[in-house]
């Protein structure tokens, strides 16, 4: 039997040079806007046209973190990996 060993939630954060900064309407994406910060490259805040709003998944997050807390098997530090981590159990 296989496990879900863990489950996060998270937001798109939208990059330049990639395909879906460079035509966001192919993507729902709306209302793209660049604000300079001090060291860090710029902040890069969007809407959708569809779908969740952010304001929508941060409430969802917060609803449901108890119930997340609970599935999870790994330290919550492991979601800063989440791009690089695949776990399969056989």
Known sequence: MKKILLVFT??????????IYAEPELFGIINVQKY???ILDPKIVHEVSSGLTRDEVRKLHYRYRK??????KYPKEMNFYREHMLNIVK
């Open 10 to 19: 998270s937001t798109l954060g939208l990059q330049e040079g990639l395909p």
């Open 36 to 38: 300079k910060r001090t």
């Open 67 to 72: 119930t997340l807390a609970n599935i999870n």
